[in-house]
């Protein structure tokens, strides 16, 4: 059974911090990673994908993978009130998603 | 210019009544899906079509049954519908070649089984 494990939180962060998140996958041969934002009531808004380990970067958000260790994170930079939402880590050529976690940035 | 839409947006009916949902995307990706969100928001996919060629067929009862008539299309037909069914359904859409590239989601019928 391939399975994708994400906190589901809530995690809380100031605004302004860093908000970390992060998935772990269970299938050795996976190789497309997402990073899907959800708020209440509406569709899956694709943030980031990632191919190859590393770190990749866009504007506030970077999305990290390491392969041997099968994880795949989410780094938030100046968290924003408008980041709050659900964050889903999506894995594979299936599209297998995780429960998500739920992130709440204060004021 | 909406990529994927889906009709209806709101879905209410009884228990043992049969409907259908309704899945277009013009991106012109080559691989659509259905996924089911339930009530704890956990997102399961339940079928892939690739070409118009079923890719994925999740655990889900035989009630459930994708059609699509095209690329373009992917409908979600339900038998005999049951109070478990409530949720919200997305349709979603990429393109898949040697890593799945982005896929957009459509904005969800949710549907209520009374």
């Known amino acids: 059974q391939k399975e994708v494990e994400q906190n589901s939180g809530p995690l809380s962060v100031p605004e302004g911090a860093i908000a970390s998140l992060n998935c772990t996958y269970s299938?050795?041969?996976?190789?497309?990673f997402f990073w899907y934002r959800q708020y209440s009531g509406k569709s899956p808004e694709l943030i980031m994908f990632i191919y190859s380990n590393g770190d990749k970067e866009d504007g506030r958000f970077t999305a990290q993978l390491n392969k041997a260790s099968q994880y795949v994170s989410l780094l938030i930079r100046d968290s924003q009130p408008s980041d709050s939402a659900t964050y889903l880590c999506a894995v594979g050529t299936d599209m297998r998603f995780g429960a998500g976690t739920r992130l709440t940035v204060k004021p | 210019d909406t990529a994927v839409s889906q009709t209806p947006k709101y879905l209410v009916t009884q228990m043992g009544n049969d409907k259908s949902i309704k899945c277009e995307q013009n991106?012109?990706?080559?691989?659509m899906y259905w996924y089911k969100q339930d009530s704890k928001k956990f997102l399961k996919i339940m079928f892939s079509?690739?070409?118009?060629?079923?890719?994925i067929n999740e655990t889900v009862p035989n009630r459930f049954s994708p059609k699509s008539p095209d690329k373009a299309h992917l409908n979600l037909h339900i038998n005999s519908l049951e109070l478990g069914d409530s949720a919200v359904y997305f349709c979603a859409s990429s393109q898949v070649g040697q890593f799945i590239y982005e896929q957009y989601f459509g904005p969800g019928t949710r549907l209520t089984v009374t």
């Open positions: 079509y690739n070409n118009k060629e079923l890719i």
């Open positions: 299938d050795r041969g996976s190789q497309s």
């Open positions: 991106l012109g990706h080559d691989t």
